[in-house]
């Protein structure tokens, strides 16, 4: 599976986006999807989960309440709605595929390039 993650950019603090990823291979549908995040000189952070059917969804708690993960298996795609943006999630946004009912991101078996979101106050 190859993953492209896209959709990032600056945006002003109370601000919305949504990050967009599409993959290759037949195989996607097989996996959970995730949404990973790194900000300059911090470990990278667990952002949210989505299983292969879409059914079971968690999340960080930096941004529960705030962030929406979903999925398209006929387009082969999961997506990251984030509202209410706050400076501090400010950070390069990495989308994965893995088995379900981690937040580790050693557990990941595919990872795609990172989209950089920036979040000004």
Known sequence: VQLQASGGGLVQAGGSLRLSCAASGRTFNNYAMYWFRQAPGKEREFVAAI??????RYYGDSVKGR????R???KNS???Q???LKPEDT???YCAAGRIGTRSSED???WGKGTLVTVSS
């Open 67 to 70: 962030f929406t993960i979903s």
């Open 108 to 110: 990941m078996a595919y």
């Open 72 to 74: 398209d298996n006929a």
């Open 78 to 80: 999961v997506y990251l």
């Open 82 to 84: 984030m509202n209410s």
């Open 91 to 93: 950070a390069v946004y």
């Open 51 to 56: 299983s292969w059917s879409g059914g079971w």
